[in-house]
């Protein structure tokens, strides 16, 4: 089943018709991962669990390895992303309150290799 393609702190996306835009296989698994990861436990409260909480992490005493560990522990959770072979989380800084992390991992229904980067400040 397809998900409402909808990037995180973007808006909804249109489709040609003007209905709203889809995203299905390798795009909506990358869609819900980087959901997983930027949402802070406790904005759904349905599920007070959900989330990895990144952007609380940045800034704070959170150390590369265990940034890593948040990362790769929450992925395992999407069904969109394979167990084996486990994801490879890397994670650089560069520069001031300011954490890359890059993300190569399998979707679990296409086989597909899926790369995901982006960069993540510390909150205000």
Do not use: C, K, N
Request: charged content about 15%; hydrophobic content about 45%.
């Amino acid at each position: 089943m397809a998900d409402l393609s909808h990037v995180w702190s973007g808006d909804f996306a249109m489709a040609p018709g003007g209905d709203l835009l889809l995203a299905s296989g390798s795009e909506a698994g990358r869609q819900r991962v980087l959901r997983r990861l930027l949402t802070t436990p406790g904005e759904y409260i349905w599920q007070p669990e959900y989330g990895a909480g990144l952007p609380g992490q940045i800034g704070a005493l959170t150390g590369d390895a265990a940034l890593q560990a948040i990362v790769l522990t929450q992925m395992l959770q999407e069904d969109a992303v394979a167990q084996d072979p486990p994801p490879v989380v890397t994670v650089t800084r560069p520069s001031p309150g300011i954490v890359a992390i890059g993300i190569q991992y399998q979707d679990a229904q296409t086989g597909e290799a899926v790369l995901l980067g982006f960069s993540v400040a510390a909150e205000a």
